[in-house]
């Protein structure tokens, strides 16, 4: 229970989101869990058990991608984590629906207020706000800081 799970993608969003849920995890003396969900393009069948992969998807290069991407991200927004032990986890799955889960016993869930979605425009993003409404912890979804402030 005394961790805080960040939902990390490569977005201003997710670094400020990091750098948030780090503070926190110190002043609380918990632990981060820095999760990126990642998804391969699938193709259903129905009629068949589970599904196939799309034609030409390499899995394991989807997977070392989105690996490589965490670190990355990780690194850049957290050069010194200090005494914070910081776990990074990629999970397959949709965003929303892999953050919700690893929070399940968490002390709270740490998001971005927008990813890498379409709609960037918009001021609350559909994982976040998927995230505020059904996970079982707090959530705290934190802005990235714009060129005027």
């Known amino acids: 229970m005394n961790t805080i799970v960040v939902g990390v993608d490569h977005s201003d969003g997710a670094k400020a989101a990091l750098v948030f849920a780090h503070e ?26 589970g599904s196939v992969p799309a034609v030409g998807v390499d899995i394991s290069a989807l997977r070392d991608a989105a690996t490589a991407t965490l670190e990355a991200t990780v690194a850049r927004a957290l050069p010194s984590p200090g005494d914070v032990e ?4 990629i999970v397959e799955g949709p965003a929303a629906g892999v953050l919700i889960d690893e929070s399940r016993d968490a002390a709270m869930l740490v998001v971005g207020s927008r990813g890498h979605g379409g709609f960037a425009q918009l001021l609350l993003g559909s994982v976040s706000q998927q995230c505020a409404q059904h996970a079982s912890c707090p959530v705290v979804i934190v802005r990235p800081p714009s060129s005027t402030d």
């Open 86 to 89: 910081v776990e990074e986890r």
């Open 24 to 49: 926190e995890a110190r002043l609380r003396n918990a632990k981060l869990c820095a999760v990126h969900a990642w998804q391969a393009a699938y193709l259903g069948y129905s009629g068949f058990e």
